[in-house]
């Protein structure tokens, strides 16, 4: 079952350690199938305060994107992100596509 790793980003901290993860971050992709669904763009909070950023990561399962985020690759990348700015970060599972029966029960 496919997986998203969240990252919320509350505050940049250090732009010259960002930039430096900036660089990093995309090579710790390598051997991975991410799918980015959302990467910092225009977002607006409907409730509580609103993040600086988001991004949105799919993978393929939890598995997967625990792999990728323990990886050395990442993680290197991710000390210049402890040290450039405030984030959460979590993986949720995603769920099963309805059925047809199912969906047509949500349907009403």
């Keep these: 079952m496919?997986?998203?790793?969240?990252?919320?980003?509350?505050?940049?901290n250090n732009p010259e350690e960002m930039a430096r993860y900036a660089q990093l971050a995309p090579s710790a992709r390598a051997g991975h199938h991410i799918t980015p669904i959302a990467f910092y763009?225009?977002?607006?909070?409907?409730e509580g305060p609103r993040p600086d950023?988001?991004?949105i990561l799919q993978f393929a399962s939890v598995d997967e994107a625990r792999g990728w985020y323990e990886s050395a690759a990442y993680?290197?990348?991710a000390t210049?992100?402890?040290?450039?700015?405030?984030y959460r970060v979590f993986v949720i599972e995603g769920v099963a596509?309805?059925?047809?029966?199912?969906?047509?029960?949500m349907k009403g």
């Design 53 to 55: 950023g988001v991004v």
């Design 80 to 86: 210049h992100r402890h040290l450039g700015a405030d």
């Design 2 to 12: 496919s997986a998203y790793v969240v990252m919320i980003r509350e505050r940049v």
């Design 41 to 46: 763009g225009d977002l607006m909070a409907l």
């Design 97 to 105: 596509p309805p059925t047809d029966s199912q969906h047509s029960l």
């Design 75 to 77: 993680q290197d990348a």
